[in-house]
């Protein structure tokens, strides 16, 4: 099965897994013979055959002795495998979803990648916890068959029969509740879309009454009845099965006790340990049998994620995250976009823009404007700038030399940005502790922020402030990383109109002038004057990039008058 591969693969990076896997496999095979040695303790017992009642009072004591270490070795290995690679789950979709094309993960929606990394990653637990019991039970039905074999291989025949009968048609009835999982899968990432609209959007929601009413029972509501009739049908549809199992059990037992005499000259003794080597297979099949469905929707989970183009198995060329330092960027005297390319879907319909062929080229110390209207393909060429986007045609060149794949993610160590869409981080991670808190204060001042955020040991006391104030820490961040280049989406837009001044006659011309590549996205015209050059978008065209006039005394500080 799917989960088990996926449970070896997890395990391979673990240390010892062989052992461990080893052991367990061991230790269900003792469990396994152990009951099927009960069995035919019993059944000599009853029959008065074989050894003395000192005997085998003496081996019924050290079946009981054997029995509980096994089963107890058994689950705490395995527990303590299946942990580890849960672990090794956890870490791995992070690194993919981390080592994934921006434009990739986009397409995919934030509401699926959150599903898989707690719906489905739930469900592979719950599977998990689970396959210490399955494995045990699996091996005492095989150790009890053995058995039964070992009394008459003759009628163990016949009982194969009717075992090939209750798979087929547990078959039948499993794949049909298989299907109806798999469909419960899918409606599952439209309701968590739904929740991610109920708490993104409280809002809007509250203030529309009628808006609310359709939500809750044309959307929500609808999505989870669904979701709700698949994963009933898909349940009873596996309970069918297991009472089908059970069904044909007793009516073999049936037919052993009054058929089979009929037929066939059958032993006393063998008779009676088919009888109970068969109840005693009961539970056993239950357990397995009520298990297989939590199986099933683990192997949904792990395709589903597979689907999404996180392998959980990874190839051997599959491209690991590198581990580079904050500011550990290569040298930068050039930076050239030559015929780059890209194409994106509109916001307002699914027919294709294309952005480019643009050319472009940037040097230490300028401070470059881009403007243009919305949809203009602003933010598109930003991302492609900083490399999270990847050309489709042309190539962008760093220092003369193309950016490629094995360079790319050096290459985005020169970016320092702010997007429109930022996240901000209670922490500020990836930074040398050595007088951090001291150089974060001296900017949580310069931004006007000393008296709402204290910093200690690199972690904010609060990220709890305005849309503006929260700005303002996302560019605290993007200062102290101290990175060639500066990109700033419309940073400006949420602030008052003196911060607004500040940030585009302080803060920009002191960037450059500490020689580095300043580049804003922005709709000011009013503070174009500021710009060294000016370039403007149309239609995903560059229509104009032209150098203005040499900066005027009125770019200088206006910290003195406030």
Not at 76 to 102: D, H, V
Not at 263 to 278: D, F, H, K, R, S
Not at 344 to 353: I, K, L, P
Request: charged share 20%.
């Amino acid at each position: 099965m799917k989960i088990i591969s996926f449970l070896i693969s997890c395990s391979s990076n673990i240390r010892h897994s062989k052992s461990i896997l080893f052991l367990i496999l061991l230790a269900g095979v003792i469990g396994g013979v152990s009951n099927a040695a009960l069995i035919a303790l019993i059944n000599s017992t009853l029959n008065k055959q074989g050894a003395s009642a000192r005997a085998l009072a003496l081996s019924f004591v050290g079946i009981c002795v054997i029995l509980p270490i096994a089963r107890l070795a058994s689950q705490a290995l395995i527990i303590r495998l299946t942990a580890a690679s849960l672990f090794e789950l956890r870490m791995r979709m992070s690194r993919n979803i981390l080592s994934t094309p921006l434009r990739t993960l986009e397409k995919i929606g934030a509401h699926r990648l959150l599903a898989a990394l707690t719906d489905d990653v739930s469900t592979i637990t719950g599977a998990f916890i689970n396959l210490p019991v399955l494995c045990m039970h699996f091996a005492i039905v095989v150790a009890t068959l053995a058995y039964m074999a070992w009394l008459s291989w003759t009628l163990l025949l016949g009982v194969f029969g009717f075992i090939v009968v209750a798979v087929l048609g547990y078959y039948l009835m499993t794949t049909r509740g298989l299907r109806y999982f798999k469909s419960a899968r899918e409606e599952w990432d439209r309701l968590f879309k739904h929740f991610q609209a109920l708490t993104q959007g409280t809002k809007e929601l509250k203030l529309h009454s009628r808006r609310r009413e359709a939500f809750l029972y044309d959307g929500l509501h609808m999505t989870a009845m669904s979701l709700r009739r698949l994963n009933t049908s898909g349940n009873t549809f596996y309970a069918l099965a297991g009472v089908w199992g059970q069904t044909i059990a007793f009516v073999l037992i049936g037919l052993l006790l009054f058929v089979a005499p009929n037929i066939q000259t059958v032993e006393t003794p063998v008779l009676t340990g088919y009888v109970l080597a068969l109840l005693y297979m009961l539970t056993p099949l239950e357990t397995i049998l009520n298990t297989l469905p939590s199986l099933s929707r683990a192997a949904i989970s792990v395709q589903k994620m597979e689907d999404l183009g996180f392998s959980l198995i990874p190839s051997p060329d599959a491209p690991r995250p590198t581990s580079a330092r904050a500011g550990s960027a290569p040298a930068f005297s050039h930076l050239e976009l030559a015929g780059v390319t890209h194409t994106y879907r509109r916001e307002s319909g699914e027919d294709s823009f294309l952005l480019g062929p643009v050319d472009l080229s940037f040097s230490p110390g300028e401070l470059v404007f881009v403007a243009g209207g919305n949809g203009t393909g602003k933010t598109t060429l930003a991302k492609l700038l900083v490399g999270l986007y990847t050309p489709e045609c042309g190539e962008i060149r760093l220092n003369y030399a193309p950016v490629t794949d094995d360079t790319r993610e050096d290459y985005r160590q020169l970016f320092s940005a702010v997007f429109s869409d930022y996240y901000l981080f209670e922490s500020l991670l990836g930074f040398d502790a050595s007088g951090l808190d001291e150089k974060a204060r001296g900017y949580l001042a310069q931004l006007q922020l000393d008296s709402k955020v204290k910093i200690e040991d690199g972690t904010l006391s609060t990220v709890d402030l305005s849309h503006g104030q929260r700005k303002r820490l996302a560019l605290l961040t993007a200062y102290l990383e101290d990175r060639p280049v500066y990109l700033f989406d419309e940073w400006a837009a949420d602030q008052d109109p003196l911060f607004k001044e500040i940030f585009y006659l302080q803060m920009l011309p002191e960037l450059r002038s500490k020689g580095k590549l300043v580049i804003v996205i922005t709709h000011d015209d009013s503070y174009y004057r500021v710009a060294d050059r000016l370039v403007k978008l149309d239609y995903g065209k560059v229509v104009d990039d032209q150098y203005l006039a040499e900066p005027t005394d009125a770019k200088t500080s206006v910290l003195a008058s406030l």
